[in-house]
């Protein structure tokens, strides 16, 4: 087992519940299927406004890495 991370740049008014979502997608849409404990890690601001960086972490099998 490993860890793993996955950034996304999203709404900075997004609904926690959506953000997760969207890190699930993509995750999938980087054929990543089997996966535990994912995380959110940190939010930070980036230049755009309204924007923020959504960092997430999660564990994956070593024979699942991309």
């Known amino acids: ?3 793993e991370r996955v ?3 999203l709404p900075a008014d997004s609904p926690p519940e959506d953000v997760e979502a ?9 054929g990543i299927r089997d996966w535990s404990d994912l995380s959110l890690q ?3 601001t980036t ?3 309204g924007i923020s ?3 997430f972490t999660y564990w994956i099998d070593d024979d699942h890495r991309h």
């Open 53 to 55: 960086r959504y960092t």
């Open 42 to 44: 940190t939010i930070l």
């Open 22 to 30: 969207q890190a699930v997608t993509q995750l999938r849409s980087q």
């Open 7 to 9: 950034s996304l740049e």
């Open 1 to 3: 087992m490993g860890i």
């Open 47 to 49: 230049d755009e406004p």
